[in-house]
């Protein structure tokens, strides 16, 4: 597993903190859940075995 630093806005932390709050999960639950979300629509490009890359539509 792999760790990243994000900076946020202040309002954006506090929304954050308090959709936490509210819903009583982590915020890294809930940044999770929006990356998930939003990274299955996203295709990644095929590299193919001689190196070219291919994208996805």
């Known amino acids: ?4 630093s994000l ?3 202040d309002e954006m932390h506090e929304r954050l903190r308090w959709a936490a709050y509210t ?3 982590s915020q890294h639950a809930i940044v999770m859940e929006l990356l998930e979300e939003y ?3 996203v295709k990644p490009p095929v590299i193919g075995t001689d190196g070219s890359v291919e994208a996805d539509g």
């Open 7 to 9: 900076r946020l806005t």
């Open 39 to 41: 990274l299955a629509k």
């Open 23 to 25: 819903q009583r999960r």
């Open 1 to 4: 597993m792999k760790m990243i």
